[in-house]
């Protein structure tokens, strides 16, 4: 591709784009992008390892094994699969037999046709009612259909935003719940959606600026047990409850006292008592029980759970206890008080371990029953029930895949500044270390998300040929709290990047691995960050994977009302590029404006998705030209992009070719040879 360079200022930056004229989709541009797509895809699958790994990931494809059910009245609400069909059923018995609602196949051939994704769903207090967010071919905006649980009749759809995260907040008569959104201007605003017969319209309410900055990508309104107020927590990575709402007279005001910088978020203990864990000045935070009616007086405010040694992620109140998930070295505590904050106990988990639980959704009631899932680096989810009357934590089913032999231990490596930065080391367990070995390396380092010790399904075929996985937790997200998450972000960011750099440091310090056997692979905000791998640390890895990544940190997304959720969540963690300080320090890690002449770079492999609102496909297109025009070496650049499909993929089928496709390329860079299935 031809070089065109044009001269522009943004943020009063001045810099040269030699590919500007890749950013639009003009039939030139495209023709050029399905081209390499081709010659991507053909790579990939013509490698030796394709086959065995693609088979080896389609047998894994369930290894997520069990969402977290919900509990509602009388039943059970929970995703389950049916063959080919992802299928919302309701039973008696969590993740048991129960009456299916709705399929993804029903509402594809109801809707014309199209691959869809069922994404989150809420069920009305009793269990009468259920919404299911779902998305079509790619789509992250998506709606919200409602339908009657006993019958399975489909009531009405409404407009959701997916990629926010927001949820509705039912009344607890279920006569409708309350829905984020936003004005043609880009103000949030919260609509109700009427759902039982002969419930009355209400208007909407407008969340101004100052109640609600545009910045925040979406909102859960959480609604009171006797439905007199609502508290307004802002989605998806970072949790505020911002307004309170008082639903008798719909006026809207602040929740927090002015000032007030941190995180804030838990669920209703009754119709006045808002409970949440907050950690504004309080490094690892604690659990404080908040009087409705007087939130925005910080004296009025009771501590229930103090600060201790672990980073307090989320709390709520469930079945007359209060449950507090913590991070202690990286890996999850749940800890049961009583609703004065007096220990009952601590659930006996395996760790290093994660979980997913009913209370990182924000939309659990007091009346359920806690339910969790559990992994580990050797074994795929469990789900768990837990009964506060006599502590018994039941185990419903087994896991489904097992690494029986697998070992993980945890690391630290030592960033520019001095940070230590824990990793985790996942292999066989007769892998020699004492000699190097093909190691692939994970990270995020990003938005308040925590990498912690999951069943790490994707790389299990690189496991199983002998190699070495690493999960890095970089600095950016949330593993030690608001310090790890703001030491990664705005002014901060280069730290994630050191921090990466140190790792991989440490692997070859160690003799874990060299630069000609290492791969970095992140998605995402990871494929952003793969991004600097590439242009940052080109001597360190042999071959990069970028799955939907963001490198034109200048101009990452049209100035368009489309993406003004997608612009607020990116402007939270990288800056803003029109703000002259902001654009200054993204400038000097933005992955397209760091590329150099006459470097050797990994050989690439980039996965974009089509319909990507935000990690979109210009990305690719620019970042490939500018590295085939720079680079001195002679190992491949490829780019991916998947027709049809948003940011990834989770049907089974696109999942195995997704990632197998990648993993076949990496494992090829490195002289790997994939192992048979069930060999």
């Known amino acids: 591709m031809q070089a065109n360079p044009v001269q522009k200022i943004i943020g009063n930056v001045a810099f040269e784009d030699r590919f500007a004229h890749l950013r639009e989709d003009t039939p030139e541009s495209l023709e050029w992008q399905w081209e390499r797509d081709r010659i991507a895809r053909h790579a990939a699958e013509a490698s030796p390892n394709y086959a065995p790994v693609h088979d080896r990931l389609l047998q894994l494809a369930d290894s997520g094994g069990y969402s ?42 109801a809707h014309g046709g199209g691959n ?7 069920p009305s207090p009793q269990g009468r009612f259920v919404a299911v967010a779902w998305g079509a071919d790619g789509d992250m905006m998506g709606k919200w259909s409602v339908y009657e649980t006993a019958t399975g009749q ?27 959104g936003r004005t043609a201007e880009g103000v949030h605003e919260l609509r109700f959606v009427p759902v039982a017969e002969g419930a009355a319209e209400r208007p909407a309410v407008l969340l101004p600026e100052h109640l609600v900055a545009a910045k925040h990508s979406g909102l859960t309104l959480q ?29 809207a005001t602040p929740f927090l006292p002015d000032g007030f910088e941190g995180e804030c978020d838990g669920n209703w203990i009754d119709g006045e008592t808002y409970v949440a864990r907050v950690n504004n000045g309080i490094p690892r935070g604690r659990v404080v029980a908040i009087p409705a ?3 925005r007086d910080l004296a009025s405010w009771r501590e229930l759970v103090s600060e201790s040694e672990g980073f307090i992620g989320w709390v709520g109140a469930v079945a007359g206890h209060l449950y507090v998930g913590d991070l202690v070295d990286v890996s999850l505590r749940v800890r049961v008080f009583d ?18 639980s009913m209370l990182t959704e924000r939309a659990v009631r007091p009346t359920d029953i806690f339910a969790l899932t559990h992994t580990t680096f050797t074994r795929s989810s469990v789900l768990l029930i837990h009964d506060p009357d006599n502590g018994e934590l039941r185990q419903i089913g087994e896991a489904k895949h097992q690494l029986d032999n697998a070992v993980a231990d945890r690391r630290f490596a030592t960033s520019r500044d001095g940070t230590r930065i824990p990793y985790f080391v996942v292999r066989q367990k007769d892998v020699d270390l004492s000699t190097s070995r093909p190691t692939l390396v994970y990270a995020y380092g990003g ?8 069943f790490p399904a994707t790389h299990v075929p690189f496991i199983e040929a002998g190699g070495v996985f690493v999960q890095a937790s970089l600095r950016g997200g949330g593993e030690y709290g608001k310090a790890w998450h703001d030491g990664g972000r705005l002014f901060n960011k280069q730290n994630t990047f050191d921090d990466l750099e140190a790792v991989a440091e440490a692997l070859i310090a160690e003799g874990i691995s060299t630069p000609d056997e290492m791969v970095f692979m992140g998605g995402s905000n990871g494929g952003l960050l793969a991004g600097v791998a590439i242009v940052q640390q080109p001597h360190l890895w ?6 939907v990544p963001i490198f034109d940190m200048m101009e990452p997304l049209p100035d368009t009302p489309a993406v003004a959720g997608v612009r607020a969540i990116f402007f939270e963690d990288y800056g803003d590029p029109k703000e002259p300080d902001h654009a200054a320090s993204i400038r000097r890690w933005s992955p397209y404006h760091n590329v150099c002449e006459g470097v050797e770079y990994p050989a690439v492999y980039q996965v974009f998705g089509e319909k990507d609102l935000g990690c979109m496909p210009f990305h690719g297109r620019k970042f490939t030209a500018r590295l085939q025009e720079a680079n001195a070496g002679d190992r491949p650049i490829h780019l991916r992009v998947w027709r049809d499909t948003g940011h990834g993929t989770i049907d089974p089928a696109s999942g195995a070719r997704w990632n197998g496709e990648w993993l076949a390329f990496a494992m090829d860079q490195i002289g790997m040879k994939a192992a048979e299935p069930g060999a």
């Open 68 to 109: 977290v059910p919900r509990k509602r009245g009388a039943l059970w609400f929970g995703y389950a699969s049916d063959g080919d069909d992802q299928v919302l059923r309701a039973g008696a018995e969590p993740n048991g037999p129960g009456r299916t609602i709705v399929s993804k196949l029903a509402i594809s051939k």
């Open 447 to 454: 938005f308040n998300l925590s990498q912690l010790p999951s």
């Open 116 to 122: 869809v994704t069922l994404a989150l769903m809420e």
């Open 154 to 180: 489909h009531l009405l759809d409404t407009p959701a935003i997916m990629y926010s995260g927001a949820r509705p907040g039912w009344l607890p008569d279920e006569s409708g719940f309350w829905i984020d």
């Open 223 to 251: 609604v009171s047990p006797d439905g007199r107020r609502g508290v307004a927590v802002t989605e998806p990575h970072e949790h505020v409850a911002l307004v309170h709402l008082d639903l008798k007279t719909l006026e």
């Open 542 to 547: 042999r071959a990069v994977v970028a799955t």
């Open 293 to 295: 009616a007087s939130s």
């Open 339 to 356: 609703l004065d904050g007096t220990l009952v106990q601590t659930l006996p988990l395996e760790n290093p371990g994660s979980s997913q």
